[in-house]
């Protein structure tokens, strides 16, 4: 009989910020799979005596496929990704695998939420998004570049927040700046905008500046960028988006 297959997210990456479901996946689980680098952030205790499988960053599908071999055997497997696996995760690629093999009727599919990176960095910064927003990666490895500065212009001309992932790499150190260049034909310089670098882990780096006042230096992979909308405002040294109850009801 095939194991239970469950998609977790590990949330920012803080014991203590690991919903309690997950947790209790990870401890039933007789299998964990995920990227290596997320592997490391899980206790070790919890992957004690159990079959383990990561692999580095563009072998998805790899882990996939040894997922779904590890729940056939009868193994009640864990797939991990980082915040949330529906989120940039490992919950669309797992279920996409499953209906194209034909599986979804043979394995039992959980996806179980986390925290998503962008709700950590907002907690850090504040409150700026407390009103609409857009999430939009600028990685190019799966969708082409001139999409993605499309729906960057797209979310600054609609005035939402705008949540940027994957914001920089070796190969690519234009395309922060090349977003932000686009913000900026829309948006004021005085437009508060945020950078954290891995919230709630040991090496967390917060930075609040402006539109006008900021690098693009201070990204890399692991940063998330926070753009206000045209209502956002400094308050002290965090970042506010209005919702509007002092207009409405102040």
């Known amino acids: 009989m095939p194991g239970r297959l469950t998609v977790i997210g590990l949330g920012p990456g803080c014991a203590d910020l690991l919903a309690p479901m997950a947790l209790a996946s990870l401890v039933r689980a007789g299998a964990v799979v995920g990227y290596d680098r997320y592997m490391t952030l899980v206790d070790p205790a919890l992957l004690h005596g159990k079959t383990l499988f990561s692999s580095p960053m563009k072998k998805e599908m790899e882990r996939t496929a040894k997922a779904v071999e590890f729940a056939l055997a009868g193994l009640d497997t864990v797939v991990v990704s980082s915040g949330d696996s529906g989120v940039y995760g490992m919950a669309g690629l797992v279920l996409e695998y499953l209906e194209r ?35 939009i990666s600028l990685s190019d490895l799966l969708t082409p570049l001139p999409t993605i500065m499309k729906r960057v212009r797209c979310a600054v001309e609609g005035d939402f927040v705008i949540a940027l ?86």
């Open 101 to 135: 093999e034909g599986l979804l009727d043979k394995i039992e599919l959980e996806i179980v939420p986390g925290i998503p990176a962008l709700c950590a960095a907002a907690a850090l910064l504040g409150a700026p998004l407390m009103h609409d927003f857009a999430s």
């Open 165 to 250: 992932y994957n914001p920089k790499s070796r190969k690519r150190d234009s395309y922060l700046g090349q977003a932000l260049a686009i913000a900026a034909e829309h948006r004021g310089a005085d437009t508060p905008l945020g950078f954290v670098r891995n919230a709630y882990r040991p090496d967390q780096e917060v930075r609040v500046a402006t539109l006008g006042a900021c690098n693009p230096e201070w990204a890399d992979m692991l940063t998330i960028v926070i753009i206000g909308n045209s209502a956002s405002r400094l308050a002290g040294d965090k970042i506010l988006t209005p919702r509007g109850y002092y207009e409405k009801y102040g």
